[in-house]
């Protein structure tokens, strides 16, 4: 971004006399309920495959349409917040999920999964709009160099979202599942609880004083010519849909890969979910303090590395070890969102905000990648299926080693 030189003590980015820690305390929060709504989708994939009946393919279309809005509405949602600035766009993004999660409600009872996945759309609408003001937002409260492990440090906040999200997931949803077969009526309770909690936070931050970034983001919005002449950027993308791609579809079909494996009913398997994106959590906070010192693409590379290595074990063995390795690969993911977000921006200047418009919509991989493995679970095995995310984690290794360096053509 191009950013005028402010007065000592304050971030790059930021007008001289504006306090970024409001802001900082917004994104804490919007990334605790993206994450927190995002993996309530791993609890829903079980929950609808075993209450309407669904095939593995079928159930997955719970990440395909979740995940596929980041497709459609990415570049718009780019062009909403070079409109309205990043604090409207928030507020706008908690109140369209909020009108998702409500949805909820009349699909249940109607007990119709087509009006659930119609809720989930307009569910995922409000959180790319969110996810689209968020990144650059992150970017821009501080010094570039440190991007990479500043933008980890919010989402180990976003990460104890994810963490909750299974256990409360089981202990809501699942639990009753046994109780409420062939019903959808779990998910009604907590969902209108969720909608409340996002139209309480959007009122609350639409009453919030947050700090404007001093960039040229108009200009930028004018500018998309030429913007994938910038190779970091170009591989950036794909290497992006492939980490999202990886990090879901394991996500979405390891409480039941963990029931096959280990030989245990859904619910316990879902509390073991938790572990997955805990240990996301954990990785977040080393990690923002080992990018300080280290490159990011080295880090990167290590850690999709290590993916590759810990997926090759879990469908090489059997019992806990398979089911704790493939555990582990979360702990691998922590730092690869931010990171590979932070490397394809990097020397776009004025074009970061565009750019990150098309990085958001590289989150598709969610919906594809998911989908792809649910039907290779159908019609082959889990060993089969799981070649989808090893895949991806040698594109993000390419990346690390090569992809992210800096060029024009």
């Not at 996810?131 to 821009?140: D, G």
């Not at 806990?320 to 493939?326: G, P, R, T, Y």
């Amino acid at each position: 971004m191009a950013q005028i030189p402010v007065a000592s003590g304050q971030p790059a980015g930021i007008a001289e006399g504006q306090s970024y820690r409001p802001a900082l305390a917004t994104l804490a929060v919007l990334y605790f309920m993206m994450g927190l709504i995002t993996c309530l989708n791993d609890t829903l994939v079980p929950f609808f495959k075993n209450s309407f009946q669904l095939n593995y393919t079928q159930s997955a279309l719970v990440q395909f349409y979740f995940f596929a809005t980041y497709g459609v509405m990415s570049i718009p949602a780019g062009a909403i917040v070079g409109k309205l600035g990043f604090k409207q766009s928030m507020v706008a993004g908690f109140a369209v999920a909020a009108v998702g999660t409500f949805l909820f409600f009349p699909a249940s009872l109607m007990h119709q999964y087509y009006l659930f996945l119609a809720a989930l759309f307009i569910l995922a609408i409000g959180i790319v709009l969110l996810q689209v003001a968020a990144n650059p937002y992150i970017t821009m409260l501080g010094p570039a160099k440190t991007a990479s492990s500043r933008f980890n440090l919010i989402q180990a906040v976003g990460s104890l979202g994810t963490t909750v999200a299974p256990l409360l997931g089981g202990w809501l949803i699942l639990s009753k599942a046994g109780q409420l077969a062939q019903s959808s009526d779990a998910v009604r309770v907590p969902y209108l609880g969720i909608t409340a909690l996002l139209i309480l936070i959007a009122v609350v931050v639409s009453r919030l004083k947050l700090p404007v970034p001093v960039t040229e983001v108009g200009e930028a919005a004018k500018q998309e010519t030429g913007i994938f002449s910038f190779r970091n950027l170009r591989f950036g993308v794909v290497a992006l849909f492939c980490y999202v791609g990886a990090e879901v579809s394991i996500g979405s079909f390891l409480t039941n890969y963990i029931a096959d494996t280990a030989g245990i009913d859904e619910n316990k398997a879902n509390t073991l979910v938790a572990f997955y994106w805990g240990s996301m959590l954990v990785g977040r906070f080393v990690g923002a303090g080992i990018l300080k010192v280290v490159r990011p693409p080295v880090v990167l590379s290590v850690c999709a590395t290590a993916a590759v290595a810990l997926i090759l074990l879990s469908v090489s063995t059997s019992g806990m070890l398979a089911v704790w390795s493939m555990i582990a690969v979360g702990l691998c993911n922590s730092i690869m969102f931010a990171t590979i977000f932070s490397l394809s921006v990097a020397g776009l200047e004025r074009y970061a905000t565009r750019a990150s418009g098309w990085l958001s919509t590289a989150i598709v991989g969610g919906a594809v990648v998911s989908y792809l493995q649910g039907w290779l679970i159908d019609h082959y095995n889990w060993q089969i299926a799981f070649l989808m995310p090893l895949v991806c984690y040698l594109f993000i290794l390419f990346f690390g080693l090569n992809g992210y360096k800096q060029s024009k053509a």
